[in-house]
């Protein structure tokens, strides 16, 4: 108790406090003096108790959106950069081929961009998945511990408060098990924030916000842009609250040049859109993903399982919604009127925790953004810096059993309500009470005995034990692993080696069994580029071609229906006198035997079983493409010569004296593409299934194909003068800066409570 007073009364006495005394220096307190090497704790820290959900699963980071989208893609992207390129359109990924207009891959971050490099050397899919994952669960423990630093909590707990976000319910089961653009957007998001505000009230360089701007939105996730758009908005209102008007400027400075380096990543979608299904302009609420705001009263009960429509049933099988153990448990022993003369000092986070509130409440779908949920960590975000810079005034431990019956009954009631959701699971909700309740009282006696340390130490240490219960209880045959997870990169190249060409599958992943999914016989989404087929027709599109996938009854992932076969080997158009297989240039056709048996298996002419196991069933042509290059068809009456391809470019030589007629490209008729016939510029055209058209005039000579990706000049010149401004901006920050005399001039008083323990 003694030491616990001692260190409040520090607090509460402001800077006077901070500078009496101190015990010598040695190397240790040196380095735990600042905020930088406390974060680099905060985030070490985090990122090896990240493991213990891997221990129970070694494939846990590597599930869903992560394993059929994303990092195969960024394997891919690896490989191609290795070889000295780097692909904007793969006109040989068909729909899942225009992967700067996909936008959430984020091939323009330098971070992405090197870990791409680094993962392509990966033969470990799981492992290569839990490098990038554990890099953002880091980054995202060390933004917030500086976050929370920023706004007046001391050391030890905003190293509590570090650790314990990247393991929230949502954040945890949903963005680091399965959607890694959401993970890396909140984590970018949480230092770009900190360096905004510390911007804006110590007057430091402009190039860090600018920078770390750049990187969250270059990650290419929407929800990241909107919150630096928000956090913009935040510090500025908090700026004028306190009437620093000299320094909305530059925060304004700051925020446009940041704004043009989005052109770049976030224009291409809307200029591609007309071919898309990304064309949704409603505000519905279905419920989907859309939480209850009676969750947020069991944030601190790590068994509940909140109700909420997902993709399996109307109750998660995960704790969304769960924040930490310690949040609600301890708000009865913290002094809020350490709050009383703050508010205006520290009003962004209100606006910004308050915002998130709202928009985690919205209808389900707001025209292109949906799912609510996903905006449920930031809100945690705010909460837990709050509960962080409260906790650092001390905690009252005055009338403790009054306290300590508040604290049981949030605790009871958040346990009866995980048991009414789960009324089977009602041994293991009232082992985690009890666990939680001996963390508590842990807590209090930390924290008397031996301060903010104490009370951090079980703080962290109880955050550590919950997600080891979390994981040993939700992660073992999770609903979301499926049909499991395929990792070994060269299994899925020696199951796929008969494939050549353009590739579809025919088949459905409900018919999938495990072992056949993990050996790599069916694929789906962007796992088939880890078996290095890139020419697969089938690839995970978040945007699709619409076109194309209805002519194919293709969903998102490349999963098809029976009918895809038989519309395969039908004419293609009326007009078009072959097989829509022809007009695609497919060369080799895999169908699961669930889904076709062999027996009926129609082989059209020209095509041949080549493989079949118990699995699939392996047609290839049995001649080579009638055609040169992508070109597909051609009327009667016009003669191809030559095609010769130059990355996304062709030019096609034809016979000079032919009749007029139509020929087909095999690729997708992406916006971008540019096609001359003779020199002459035509309208871009679909033909079947969306691929180009190109009317022949009679005598044409050449016809050249070329594709530049729209809004790319304007993008890179958006770049330019972002870069250019902030380099300029930053040269006149310190010119200015090392004219000015008197520190008054370059910094905002801090709180006192942001004094260090």
């Given at each position: ?13 402001g ?6 005394q ?12 600042h ?32 394993m059929?989208?994303f990092?195969?893609l960024?394997?891919?992207m ?12 793969e ?11 996909e936008?959430?891959y ?17 033969e ?5 998945s839990?490098?990038?994952?554990v890099q ?6 060390f ?5 929370a630093?920023?706004y007046?909590?001391?050391?030890p ?16 089961f949903?963005?680091?098990a ?15 924030w ?29 929800y ?20 620093h ?13 940041v704004?043009?380096t ?23 609420n ?24 997902n993709f399996?049933?109307?109750i998660d ?6 924040l ?9 022993w ?17 606006i ?8 985690t ?28 810079v ?7 431990t ?36 009890a ?11 930390g924290?008397?005995r ?7 130490a079980?703080?962290?240490l109880?955050t ?13 045959n999770?609903?979301?692993?499926g ?35 993990t ?12 078996a ?24 998102y ?24 297989a ?32 118990e699995t ?12 040169p290059?992508?070109v ?12 010769v ?16 007629g139509?020929?087909t490209?095999?690729?997708?008729a ?10 002459e510029p035509?309208k ?5 299934a ?45 010119v ?10 370059h ?10 323990v």
């Open positions: 108790m003694p030491r616990a007073k001692e260190q409040a009364k520090t607090m509460t006495a800077t006077s406090g901070a500078t009496a101190r015990p010598p220096v040695t190397r240790r307190r040196y380095f735990m003096q905020d930088w090497h406390w974060g680099i704790v905060t985030a070490a820290i985090a990122a090896v108790a990240s493991i213990i959900p891997r221990l129970f699963n070694p494939t846990f980071y590597y599930w869903d959106d992560m059929q989208s990092l195969p960024w394997r891919h690896g490989e191609e950069i290795r070889s000295g390129r780097f692909p904007l359109m006109p040989g990924g068909w729909v899942g081929g225009n992967i700067v207009a936008v959430g984020g091939i323009f971050n330098p971070v992405n961009i090197v870990n791409s490099v680094i993962v392509s050397n990966f470990n899919l799981s492992l290569a839990y490098f990038i994952i953002f669960i880091a980054l995202l423990a933004g917030t511990f500086m976050l630093r920023d007046g909590s001391n050391r707990l905003a190293l509590a408060a570090g650790v314990a976000i990247p393991f929230s319910g949502f954040t945890l949903y963005e680091a399965r959607w890694p653009g959401g993970l890396m957007a909140f984590a970018w998001i949480t230092v770009f900190w360096s905004v505000r510390r911007y804006a009230r110590r007057n430091t360089s402009p190039f860090l916000p600018f920078l770390l701007g750049f990187l969250t939105m270059t990650a290419g996730n929407p990241g842009a909107i919150g630096v758009i928000l956090v913009l908005a935040a510090v500025a209102i908090e700026l004028m609250l306190m009437r008007w000299r320094r909305l400027i530059p925060i304004v400075i700051v925020g446009a040049l704004g043009l989005a052109v770049l990543v976030y224009f291409p979608l809307p200029l591609s859109s007309a071919v898309t299904v990304r064309q949704q302009s409603e505000i519905l279905d419920l989907f993903l859309s939480p209850d705001m009676s969750s947020l009263l069991t944030m601190s009960t790590s068994s509940m399982r909140p109700r909420i429509n399996w049933a109307p099988n995960v704790p969304s919604s769960y930490a153990w310690f949040v609600l448990p301890l708000l009865p913290l002094d809020f009127r350490s709050f009383r003369n703050r508010s205006r000092q520290i009003f962004s986070i209100y910004i925790t308050g915002i998130y509130f709202l928009l409440f919205a209808p389900s779908q707001v025209l292109v953004f949906r799912w609510p949920i996903r905006l449920i960590e930031y809100v945690y975000l705010g909460v837990i810096v709050l509960v962080a409260v906790a650092s005034a001390g905690l009252k005055t009338s403790w059993k009054k306290r300590l019956f508040i604290t049981v009954a949030i605790l009871g009631f958040g346990t009866y309500r995980a048991w009414s959701m789960v009324p089977e699971g009602g041994k293991w909700q009232v082992f985690t009470l666990v939680t309740l001996a963390l508590v009282a842990l807590a209090v006696f924290w008397k031996f301060g903010y340390r104490g009370l951090a079980v703080m962290v109880g550590i034990a919950t997600l080891g219960m979390q994981s040993r209880q939700f992660v073992p999770n609903a979301v692993a049909i499991g997870s395929p990792v070994d990169a060269d299994t899925l190249r020696d199951s796929t080696s008969s494939y050549r060409g353009n590739t579809i599958q025919i088949f459905n992943t409900m018919k999938i069994t495990g072992e056949e999914f050996e790599g016989r069916l694929l789906y989404g962007n796992q088939i580029l880890n290095d087929v890139n020419n697969s027709m089938g690839r995970y599109s978040g945007i699709s071609f619409t076109t194309y996938v209805n002519a194919l009854c293709m969903n992932r490349g999963e098809t229906c029976p009918l895809a076969y038989t519309e395969l080997f039908k004419q293609a158009s009326p007009e078009i006198d072959v097989t829509l022809d007009v695609l240039q497919v060369e080799t056709v895999a169908v699961q035997k669930t889904m076709i048996a062999p027996d009926q298996l129609n082989v059209a002419p020209g095509w041949s079983i080549v493989a079949s196991d699939r069933t392996i047609l290839q042509r049995e001649n080579p493409l009638p055609y290059g992508t597909s068809w051609a009327s009667d009456g016009v003669s191809v010569q030559d095609a391809r130059n990355g996304n470019d062709e030019h096609i030589t034809l016979s000079g004296d032919g009749r007029a139509k020929l490209l095999a690729r997708l992406w916006p971008g593409y540019t096609v001359t016939v003779d020199g035509q871009l055209t679909q033909g079947p969306g691929v180009i058209l190109v009317d022949v005039p009679a005598g044409a000579k050449s016809v050249d194909i070329s594709f530049t990706t729209p809004g790319l000049t304007m993008g890179l010149a958006a770049q330019a003068v972002a870069w250019f401004g902030i380099l300029v901006f930053t040269v006149f920050h310190y200015r800066r090392h004219r000015r005399t008197g520190s008054e001039e910094v905002i008083q801090e709180p006192a409570e942001k004094v260090s």
